[in-house]
């Protein structure tokens, strides 16, 4: 069974930074695009960023500049480091990995709240 465990989530204040976890199984990084979602109340859920195998990254624009996605390989691991965090970011993040058109997970989300 895929499990994606995401962690990390919390309350900061503006200008505050987070990192998100997400751990995976074993040997996921070599074959999956991880990415983070996020989801804020009454809206659709939104891609933030991704990371490929071969260790391109790619960025909405609202993240771009504040946001950088990486992983630890020895420790089936992808991060979301987000810096100077604005009241807009409030939402659910989730973690996905994609595998083409047929093999997609996600995570159960953790919460983050920007707010003063």
């Known amino acids: 069974q895929v499990q994606l465990v995401e962690s990390g989530g919390g309350l900061v204040q503006p200008g505050g930074s987070l990192r998100l976890s997400c751990a995976a199984s074993?040997?996921?990084?070599?074959?999956?695009?991880m990415g983070w979602y996020r989801q804020a109340p009454g809206k659709q859920r939104e891609l933030v960023a991704t990371l490929t195998p071969s260790g391109s990254t790619n960025y909405a624009d609202s993240a771009k500049g504040r946001f950088t996605v990486s992983r630890d390989n020895a420790k089936n691991t992808v991060y979301l480091q987000m810096n100077s965090l604005k009241p807009e970011d409030t939402a659910v993040y989730y973690c996905n990995a994609k595998r083409g058109t047929r093999y997609e997970y996600w995570g159960q989300g953790t919460q983050v709240t920007v707010s003063s």
């Open positions: 074993a040997g996921f990084f070599s074959i999956y695009v």
